[in-house]
T-cell receptor, first 112, second 112 residues
Framework: GDSVTQMEGPVTLSEEAFLTINCTYT??????LFWYVQYPGEGLQLLLK?????DKGSNKGFEATYRKETTSFHLEKGSVQVSDSAVYFC???????????FGAGTRLFVKA | NAGVTQTPKFQVLKTGQSMTLQCAQD?????MYWYRQDPGMGLRLIYY???????DKGEVPNGYNVSRLNKREFSLRLESAAPSQTSVYFC???????????FGQGTRLTVV
């Protein structure tokens, strides 16, 4: 069945470091892929998305490319800030029905 | 544009008490969902409503009931609260399953 696997956290980085959070998926067909971000005390909000293979989603300096060959959608940012400290979730729509499959979430801490 | 509004934001219940969590969206979305989020557990789907007039169980429906009151509102009821239901509850809505989810701010429920 459909699934999402993302790297376990927490990830701790210094400000201005490079960030990669790995996400791989299993799905029937080629669904849209999403990254959500959850700041402390808040609900999830969409960070970026890609709707087809080779698409690159980007927002707030974050990027992720939909890789069909490696079934991956890794999240990257060239220079993280303290304000990027949050939990990041990779997600895809369940192709068998009306649900979204979320990864377990990766907590990011950025130190000044 | 309010998006998804959840009430209450915080609640403390005694074991055995009942309560209803309210959720309303103003985006004319068809699908609405209830999730719970526990430390280290990510998001787990409790119930969802793919369209007005339908509801379906998710991964962890036991101890909960839902009502899709109209297209805007989707409530979650705990008939007899248990300490295991201490969690943060999120409501979300989607235009359709291939689009992004819009989340409420969450309800932090403690059952003592």
């Amino acid at each position: 069945g459909d699934s999402v696997t993302q790297m376990e956290g927490p990830v701790t980085l210094s400000e201005e470091a490079f960030l990669t959070i790995n996400c791989t998926y299993t799905a029937t067909g080629y669904p849209s892929l999403f990254w959500y971000v959850q700041y402390p005390g808040e609900g999830l909000q969409l960070l970026l998305k890609a709707t087809k293979a080779d698409d690159k989603g980007s927002n707030k300096g974050f990027e992720a490319t939909y890789r069909k060959e490696t079934t991956s959608f890794h999240l990257e940012k060239g220079s993280v800030q303290v304000s990027d400290s949050a939990v990041y979730f990779c997600a895809l729509p369940y192709t068998g029905g009306f649900k979204t499959i979320f990864g377990a979430g990766t907590r990011l801490f950025v130190k000044a | 544009n309010a998006g998804v509004t959840q009430t209450p934001k915080f609640q403390v219940l005694k074991t055995g008490q009942s309560m209803t969590l309210q959720c309303a969206q103003d985006m004319n979305h068809n699908s609405m969902y209830w999730y719970r989020q526990d430390p280290g557990m990510g998001l787990r789907l409790i119930y969802y409503s793919a369209s007005e007039g339908t509801t379906d169980k998710g991964e962890v429906p036991n101890g909960y009931n839902v009502s899709r009151l109209n297209k805007r509102e989707f409530s979650l009821r705990l008939e007899s609260a248990a300490p295991s239901q201490t969690s943060v509850y999120f409501c979300a809505s989607y235009e359709d399953r291939n689009t992004e989810a819009f989340f409420g701010q969450g309800t932090r429920l403690t059952v003592v």
